[in-house]
């Protein structure tokens, strides 16, 4: 029987989000959260590139290049970061550095601009575009990738940490 204490909404203890949930939501998050600071580097003449590149293949229409565009297209990116945060998870989660989630962004950045490159149009080949639109590219993918890396390997860490404390009930 439970006591008037334990129930209580003050008393109840929250469920943790599980940690396949928590890696989605550092991908979906992660992925909105660069590709937004990607379109105001674009806005501000730092790259070429802006997040309506992705559309360009699927999409038909002057629409895509448009604030509806903009807005699809990096909700559209958060949804593949998923993906990419995924892939993290099951590969490379156990590392502890963050500097493997750094070559993770820097291997996201060769797949994009050289093996995708010929999906998206409008985008120029890595040959001709100009240095400031591929050293800001490449550090966003940097940023990118560490910030995914270190999420999920920080959780990892914390799981098996808690795993190895005795538990006190």
């Not at 945060?85 to 493997?100: N, Q």
């Not at 240095?131 to 995914?148: H, N, P, R």
Request: overall charge positive.
């Amino acid at each position: 029987m439970m006591s008037k204490d334990e129930t209580l909404e003050q008393n109840q203890r929250e469920e943790p989000m599980s940690f396949i949930m928590m890696v989605i939501v550092t991908g979906l998050f992660g992925g909105i959260f660069w590709s937004g600071l990607a379109y105001f580097a674009y806005l501000f003449h730092f790259t070429e590139i802006r997040p309506n590149i992705v559309l360009e293949p699927w999409t038909v229409g002057n629409w895509k290049y448009g604030w509806l565009g903009t807005v699809i297209s990096i909700i559209f990116i958060g949804v593949f970061s998923i993906v990419a945060a995924l892939i993290y998870y099951v590969a490379l989660r156990r590392f502890k550095s963050m500097w493997v989630g750094a070559l993770y962004g820097i291997i996201l950045f060769l797949l994009v601009f050289f093996v995708l490159n010929p999906l998206f149009p409008g985008m120029d080949p890595f040959s001709k575009l100009g240095k400031t639109t591929i050293i800001t590219s490449l550090c966003f993918y940097i940023l990118y990738g560490t910030f995914i890396g270190y999420s999920i390997s920080f959780e990892e860490n914390e799981i098996r940490n808690r795993k190895k404390q005795p538990s006190s009930t």
